[in-house]
């Protein structure tokens, strides 16, 4: 027993210690995957991928010093040190936020709901972030998160069935709509990584005619490789159309031809180590990245209180 009890505080050392560079997010993401036992399911709650969850939670093991989760087969379950860092998770998380009730006193208790749609790579890139200022300072208004194909973003808030999207800017912005710029993506030539896999260009000056290409069936990368191609009167080899960048970047990864994916998009991949960037010239111009909405809506409330925290 002693012993034990010995052990229990040298952990605890270790937790003070690492609590130093651990933030509040690391805490609130182990609390959620421990309760779901599953990194998909924690992904879903919290709009980040496996992947992304699996590196968190790593880093926080290394952080304090003692493996925290089992993840030999099965669900998730907490090692006894995963078990008291659950325990110190919970406190310290409970104890910031009786503090924050006491000094913040700009704390919003406006209500009402919103819906925002985004491609799955937005969601984890840039919603995460702002979904968590969001909800400091306005706790009791309810986003409704809708992921899809990117470029159904323009459309849905066009047609009313979402109140903000995150996107990409179009060419041509339709005047009725507001668009922010929150950041920028180049857009990019990938190729498998394995080389041989694509011989069309394995040669010193490529035929991109003869290449096959993975390419999204609409929006602005797409529209942009058009461009590229017709500007070179090159009539492209399509293999394949497809819905979602996320799926060009496993296409490529299966060796089947080279496609076009925003940066952004590749960095977020879990399968970004398979495919590889091709150095092509003239480079494709890059994406604007950004909240969307109508323009007359953006005196209401809820849509200032959203478009507001974004630009913080």
Same mark, same amino acid.
């Given at each position: 027993? =002693?012993y034990?009890r010995?052990?229990?505080?040298l952990?605890a050392?270790?937790? =003070?210690?690492?609590?130093?560079?651990?933030?509040?997010?690391d805490?609130?993401v182990?609390i959620?995957? !421990? !309760?779901a036992?599953h990194?998909?399911?924690a992904?879903?709650?919290l709009?980040? &991928? !496996?992947?992304?969850? +699996?590196?968190?939670v790593t %880093?926080?093991?290394?952080e304090?010093g003692?493996l925290?989760l089992n993840r030999?087969?099965?669900?998730l379950?907490l090692t006894?040190?995963?078990?008291i860092?659950?325990q110190?998770a919970?406190?310290?998380?409970?104890a910031w936020? &009786?503090?924050r009730s006491?000094?913040n006193?700009?704390v919003?208790?406006m209500?009402? &709901?919103?819906?925002?749609?985004? +491609?799955?790579? /937005?969601?984890?890139?840039f919603?995460?972030?702002l979904?968590a200022?969001f909800?400091? %300072?306005?706790?009791r208004?309810?986003l409704?998160i809708?992921?899809?194909d /990117?470029?159904?973003?323009?459309?849905?808030v066009?047609?009313?069935?979402?109140?903000?999207v995150?996107?990409a800017?179009p060419?041509q912005?339709? +005047?009725?709509l507001?668009?922010?710029t929150?950041?920028s993506s *180049?857009?990019?030539?990938?190729?498998?990584r394995?080389?041989?896999t @694509?011989p069309?260009i394995a040669q010193?000056?490529?035929d991109?005619?003869k290449?096959p290409?993975v390419l999204?069936e609409s929006?602005?990368?797409?529209s942009r490789?058009?461009?590229?191609f017709? !500007?070179r009167?090159?009539q492209?080899?399509?293999?394949a159309?497809? &819905?979602g960048n996320?799926?060009i970047?496993?296409?490529? /990864?299966?060796g089947?031809?080279v496609? @076009?994916?925003?940066?952004?998009v590749?960095?977020?991949s *879990?399968?970004?180590?398979?495919?590889?960037i091709? *150095?092509?010239?003239p480079?494709l111009e890059?994406? /604007?990245?950004?909240?969307?909405a109508m323009?007359?809506?953006?005196?209401?409330p809820l849509?200032?209180?959203?478009?507001n925290t974004a630009?913080?």
């Open positions: 027993m =002693l034990l010995y052990v229990v505080a952990f050392m270790h937790l =003070l210690k690492a609590n130093v560079s651990m933030d509040y997010k805490l609130r182990f959620t995957v !421990a !309760a036992q990194l998909g399911r992904g879903q709650q709009h980040l &991928s !496996a992947s992304t969850l +699996s590196r968190r %880093r926080m093991e290394e304090v003692a925290l030999d087969s099965g669900p379950t006894p040190a995963g078990e860092f659950r110190h919970e406190q310290t998380l409970g936020e &009786s503090l006491l000094v006193t700009d919003s208790d209500e009402g &709901s919103l819906t925002v749609y985004c +491609s799955v790579t /937005a969601s984890y890139s919603l995460a972030d979904l200022r909800r400091e %300072r306005y706790p208004v309810d409704r809708h992921t899809g /990117a470029a159904e973003s323009i459309p849905r066009e047609a009313g069935d979402a109140d903000v995150i996107a800017r060419e912005l339709p +005047s009725e507001t668009f922010r929150m950041a *180049p857009l990019l030539f990938i190729a498998p394995a080389l041989g @694509v069309e010193a000056e490529v991109w005619g290449v290409m999204s929006g602005l990368a797409r490789v058009n461009q590229w017709a !500007a009167a090159i492209p080899h399509i293999y159309q497809v &819905s996320e799926a970047v496993s296409m490529v /990864a299966l089947v031809g496609g @076009v994916v925003p940066e952004l590749l960095q977020n *879990p399968l970004a180590s398979r495919v590889r091709l *150095p092509v010239r480079e890059s994406f /604007a990245i950004g909240l969307c323009t007359q809506r953006l005196n209401e849509m200032q209180a959203l478009w630009l913080r």
